[in-house]
């Protein structure tokens, strides 16, 4: 399968705890991106790469949120001290450098935090 | 005024009937606008490109509106496989990320048989 992948795909965890979310893009695809989707909402910007450079942040991404993509390829999703309304869906997505506007997304990363 | 609005239905629709949804976006300088479809518990994936002067493809059509600031997806001959939310998608609005994609919260769409 040479799609979006994420891990873990469910995560339950107490308030208070951290935790981390995974992407792996699609590998030729340059751009990655991390949104947040909640029950009967469109998916919402937390932030943006392009290569190893993270260029974007949203006012959403709040201190305890932080984003990685060391190497270019994969990116981690770190949530510190997690809270009861950071219980979303997370998904991560890429896109090549066309700007198209076609961007693919994981199948997300569940958080519920207990 | 929210960025991009969309009613979130739900639109009950027959099998083989036509249904149509718009949606608004507030920035005048948005670039390009797109709808994506949300199977449930599924990832966004793009459905098609809106296009100024009008795009179909196949039993899908849909249409920009500058001077209103709107979009609209016009589904014909609507199949039970069609049963999914439509999310309305804005690129070159600040927020977005570089591509600048802001999506609407969808609409969802129920065709019964």
């Known amino acids: 399968d040479t799609g979006v992948s994420q891990d873990p795909r469910h995560k339950i965890t107490k308030r208070g705890q951290n935790v981390t979310f995974r992407c792996d893009p699609i590998s030729e695809h340059n751009r990655l991106y991390w949104y947040r989707q909640t029950l009967g909402q469109g998916p919402e910007f937390l932030t943006y790469f392009q290569n190893e450079a993270q260029l974007e942040k949203s006012r959403l991404l709040s201190d305890r949120f932080s984003a990685e993509r060391p190497k270019g390829s994969f990116s981690t999703l770190e949530i510190q001290r997690t809270e009861q309304g950071d219980s979303a869906m997370y998904l991560c997505a890429s896109s090549d450098s066309t700007n198209t506007g076609e961007l693919f997304f994981g199948e997300g990363s569940r958080l519920t935090v207990l | 005024r929210k960025e991009v609005e969309q009613d979130p239905g739900p639109f009950n629709v027959p099998e083989g009937a036509t249904v149509a949804f718009n949606c608004t976006y507030s920035?005048?300088?948005?670039?390009?606008f797109f709808w994506y479809r949300q199977d449930c518990r599924k990832e966004p994936k793009l459905l098609m490109s809106?296009?100024?002067s009008g795009n179909e493809d196949g039993r899908f059509t849909a249409q920009l509106n500058r001077a209103s600031q709107y979009i609209s997806l016009l589904i014909r001959d609507s199949k039970l496989s069609d049963s999914a939310t439509y999310l309305c998608v804005v690129k070159g609005y600040s927020g977005g990320g570089a591509d600048g994609l802001t999506f609407g919260k969808g609409t969802h769409l129920i065709i019964q048989p």
């Open positions: 809106v296009y100024s």
């Open positions: 920035n005048s300088a948005s670039q390009s």
